[in-house]
């Protein structure tokens, strides 16, 4: 499985490039469905059987079908359950986080977490945590090995954290939140197709674990703290602050998800 965002694709460093409908995005579509093509040939070449990519940006409706690797199917569109990580249930015996960034509140390109720019801090049992952090410890909850993390350097440095084995390959050094040392397209599939192809090593399933957790999350002002803390089971614990225990990773990444939602709702134009 891949599960394919797209603020650490090739050549990606600013706004522009990843927000539907600009002239911008249509260009980085291409780049971003290379990535992920060129992952597939990796895996594939590896020995996988079978690759689903689950799209898990913003609209969720970002990869080219038309252009993707034709041993690759496409979970494409919002409203799915497990969100950027729907199919780790499935029975899948990897993972590869495709195109991820850094997390809320870290240094790194286009560096958030869930919300673009409302959250300042994610913590996943007391651990400052990223997209990435989150996602690993949903698919250790189902036994499933992260095998690969594109993204800029910074991101494959927050990899090394949380799923130490996993491959990393960087397609983009960060200067800023809004700029990079960037390597072309040509160059970066390389990267990934051989990267990938070496990390099929490390594929197949264990045993899971489930076990409790607790996710913390800090917002930008106080009412979206107010907003997030109306949700049952979710407290406020500063002024900005809020947090909740979960049953289990499954649970705990459905309940943030939520948290999210309310969240962005209560973002009133530019003031947020």
Request: charged share 20%.
């Amino acid at each position: 499985m891949i599960s394919a965002d797209m603020e650490g694709a090739t050549g990606v460093t600013w706004t522009g490039d990843v927000i539907p409908g600009t002239e911008q995005w249509q260009r980085f579509r291409r780049l971003f469905t290379g990535d992920v093509d060129a992952c597939v040939a990796g895996l594939v070449a590896g020995g996988a059987t079978e690759v689903i990519v689950n799209e898990a940006h913003s609209s969720q409706r970002n990869l080219l079908l038309e252009e993707l690797h034709t041993a690759a199917r496409v979970l494409t569109g919002r409203h799915k359950p497990l969100s950027m990580m729907q199919g780790i249930d499935a029975g899948v015996d990897g993972v590869v986080f495709l195109g991820y960034h850094t997390g809320a509140g870290a240094p790194g390109v286009l560096a958030h977490t869930y919300l673009e720019n409302s959250i300042t801090g994610v913590w996943l049992d007391g651990v400052h945590a990223s997209e990435g952090r989150l996602n690993a410890a949903l698919a250790a909850e189902y036994g499933v090995p992260v095998l690969l993390v594109t993204g800029d350097d910074l991101t494959c440095e927050d990899a090394r954290s949380y799923a130490p084995e996993a491959a990393g390959v960087a397609v983009k050094e960060c200067v800023s939140r809004y700029a990079a040392v960037c390597l072309p397209p040509a160059v970066t599939s390389s990267h990934i197709t051989e990267a990938a192809t070496a990390a099929m090593s490390r594929a197949g399933r264990a045993e899971g674990v489930v076990s409790a957790h607790r996710i913390e999350v800090e917002f930008d002002a106080t009412h979206l703290a107010d907003a997030a803390a109306v949700v049952p089971t979710v407290e406020l614990i500063g002024t900005r602050r809020v947090g909740f225990d979960a049953v289990s990773m499954t649970e705990a990444m459905k309940a943030f998800k939520v948290v999210t939602h309310v969240a962005a709702g209560a973002i009133e134009g530019i003031y947020g």
